[in-house]
């Protein structure tokens, strides 16, 4: 029997065999990782809650469906964590703010876990946010700072850093994040760990982000074929997101799976290591990604250095961002906004001072810019760029020590043109630094080609701590 300490270095994929042969039991493996849990979160601060007796009653009745060979969906019996942005009957969803009251029902799921729980997941907690998912690192004036696994001292980005810091400590296999500018992609690249936004619609949502049409839920795994995997469940229509897409024609797993032999054979890839000069990238992360991207080549890709044609849409994206702060903090007394983080409210003051010709002509700049993405994915099937300029810094800090801009998105360029633009885009990690930090690459194509992107992060191992 493999041991409870093996169990969280297991893949979801890994552990349904090991349930489906009799080798171990999902009771087993949901112990396993309640006991890592318990062991990495003083250390590390990626959950808000555990739900420990409900989580074990759930590893039972899937052991039992196991034992009696009728197996409840695409998860049955695995241990999936769930960013506390996103409802989950049976307890509050804090959303990492004082303002929100533990009090009430919370009697509803949001969507995707509402197909975990179809699926037979095991949920076993929530994890951390920064305050409403403002921005790019992971603490919170709720549940304070939230470390990187590969070093405490380290932030885990954000601001699904909880998920991402989860997954990588092997607290669970799988975990749902959301993503408004880089949220699912910044914290999977600075813990290891594979992290995929899909096209938008792809899964609903539901209440809608405060963020508008930027915020994105994906998944974060340890390895491609496990974000395909969850991709599966969480995707489909729901009638309380009405921008929801209807369920893909084939599922993603097992066209990944059928895709294998070619792998990224064939594929036309532009790759681009700066963005035409704009962004400055350290060397080591340069470095690793142009080996990886040297990889995909020797794996029968067609591979050109080729930039995106536009320039830094920040301002676009600023006044998008900065409109949706405002709105969230619109309908809260003036003592209650005191509460609210510093930087938060900061940016909804600007977003206050927006006029109705800014939004419209952020909206104009926006529709632009998907145009010129398109035109660049006529030519070729996925973009490759680094997913950030850097590894992790500080943790406790929003921007790295001395560095020029005051907001996370001075140092996340290559992410939220993509929110954008709401095409589908992954991390997967290509490398360590000399301070033995991942280091992560980007993957992007052309709206509705999830199925691509997930190809070709399949050419990648995975964590690099398993």
Same mark, same amino acid.
């Given at each position: 029997?493999?041991?409870p300490?093996?169990?969280? $270095?297991?893949?979801a994929r890994q552990?349904l065999?090991g349930?489906r042969a @009799?080798?171990?039991?999902p009771?087993? %493996?949901?112990?396993?990782?309640?006991?890592?849990?318990?062991a990495?979160q003083?250390r590390l601060?990626a959950f808000?809650r555990?739900?420990? /007796?409900?989580?074990?009653?759930q590893?039972?009745?899937?052991?039992e469906?196991?034992?009696a060979?009728?197996?409840?969906g &695409?998860?049955d019996?695995?241990p999936?964590?769930v960013?506390?942005l &996103?409802?989950?009957?049976?307890?509050?969803?804090?959303?990492?703010?004082?303002?929100?009251?533990?009090?009430?029902?919370w009697?509803?799921?949001? +969507?995707a876990v509402?197909?975990?729980?179809e699926?037979g997941?095991v949920?076993? @907690?929530?994890t951390?946010?920064?305050?409403?998912?403002?921005?790019g690192v992971?603490?919170?004036?709720r549940?304070?700072v939230?470390r990187?696994?590969?070093d405490?001292?380290?932030?885990?980005?954000?601001s699904s850093? =909880?998920?991402a810091?989860?997954v990588?400590?092997g607290?669970?296999?799988?975990s749902?994040?959301?993503d408004?500018g880089g949220?699912v992609r910044?914290?999977a690249?600075?813990?290891?760990?594979?992290?995929f936004? +899909?096209?938008?619609?792809?899964?609903p949502?539901?209440p809608?982000?405060?963020?508008?049409?930027l915020?994105?839920v994906?998944p974060?795994?340890?390895d491609?074929?496990?974000?395909?995997l969850l991709l599966?469940?969480i995707?489909g229509a729901?009638?309380?997101? +009405?921008t929801a897409?209807e369920?893909p /024609?084939?599922?993603?797993?097992?066209?990944?799976a059928?895709d /294998?032999a070619?792998g990224?054979?064939?594929l036309?890839?532009g790759?681009?290591?700066?963005f035409?000069g704009?962004?400055a990238v350290?060397?080591?992360?340069?470095?690793?990604?142009r %080996?990886a991207v040297?990889?995909?080549?020797?794996?029968g890709a067609y591979?050109?250095e080729a930039?995106?044609?536009?320039a830094?849409?920040? $301002?676009?994206?600023?006044?998008?961002?900065?409109?949706?702060?405002?709105?969230?903090?619109?309908h809260?007394?003036?003592?209650?906004?005191?509460?609210v $983080?510093? @930087?938060?409210?900061m940016?909804?003051a600007?977003?206050?001072?927006?006029?109705?010709?800014d939004?419209?002509?952020?909206?104009?700049?926006?529709?632009?810019l998907g145009r010129?993405t398109?035109?660049?994915?006529?030519?070729y099937?996925?973009?490759v760029?680094?997913?950030l300029?850097?590894?992790?810094?500080?943790a406790?800090?929003?921007?790295p020590?001395?560095?020029a801009?005051?907001?996370?998105?001075?140092?996340?360029p290559?992410?939220?043109?993509?929110?954008l633009?709401?095409q589908?885009?992954a991390?997967?990690?290509v490398g360590?630094?000399a301070? =033995?930090?991942?280091?992560g690459?980007?993957l992007?194509?052309?709206?509705h080609? $999830?199925?691509?992107? &997930?190809?070709?992060a399949?050419?990648?191992p =995975?964590?690099p701590?398993?």
């Open positions: 029997m493999t041991e300490s093996e169990l969280t $270095d297991l893949t552990l065999a349930y @009799g080798t171990f039991s009771t087993e %493996a949901t112990r396993a990782v309640l006991a890592r849990i318990e990495v003083p601060n808000v555990v739900d420990t /007796a409900s989580a074990l009653a590893a039972r009745a899937a052991t469906r196991w034992h060979g009728e197996p409840r &695409l998860l019996g695995v999936v964590s960013k506390d &996103l409802l989950q009957a049976g307890g509050p969803t804090l959303r990492g703010s004082n303002t929100t009251s533990e009090q009430g029902r009697d509803e799921d949001a +969507p509402a197909r975990l729980r699926h997941a949920l076993v @907690g929530k951390t946010t920064p305050e409403f998912g403002w921005k992971t603490d919170s004036p549940t304070g939230t990187n696994p590969y405490p001292a380290r932030t885990a980005g954000g850093g =909880g998920s810091a989860a990588a400590a607290a669970g296999p799988l749902l994040g959301t408004g949220s910044i914290p690249s600075f813990c290891g760990v594979v992290g936004k +899909p096209t938008y619609g792809r899964v949502l539901h809608a982000s405060p963020f508008g049409t915020g994105h994906g974060i795994a340890r491609a074929a496990d974000a395909a599966d469940v995707s729901d009638d309380r997101d +009405p897409l369920p /024609a084939h599922s993603y797993a097992a066209t990944l059928e /294998a070619a990224v054979k064939g036309r890839i790759y681009s290591p700066s035409g704009q962004v350290h060397p080591a992360v340069a470095a690793a990604v %080996a040297t990889r995909l080549a020797g794996l591979v050109e930039d995106p044609d536009f830094d849409p920040v $301002d676009v994206f600023h006044t998008l961002w900065n409109a949706g702060a405002a709105r969230l903090l619109d809260m007394a003036p003592e209650k906004r005191q509460l $983080d510093p @930087g938060l409210r940016i909804a600007r977003g206050a001072r927006l006029s109705a010709r939004l419209l002509a952020a909206r104009d700049a926006r529709l632009e010129r398109a035109r660049f994915h006529r030519r099937d996925l973009l760029t680094p997913t300029p850097l590894t992790a810094f500080g406790g800090r929003e921007v020590e001395g560095s801009p005051h907001r996370w998105t001075g140092w996340t290559f992410t939220y043109p993509f929110n633009t709401q589908p885009a991390t997967v990690p360590l630094d301070d =033995g930090l991942p280091i690459l980007q992007i194509a052309a709206r080609r $999830d199925a691509v992107v &997930l190809r070709a399949a050419a990648f =995975g964590s701590m398993g």
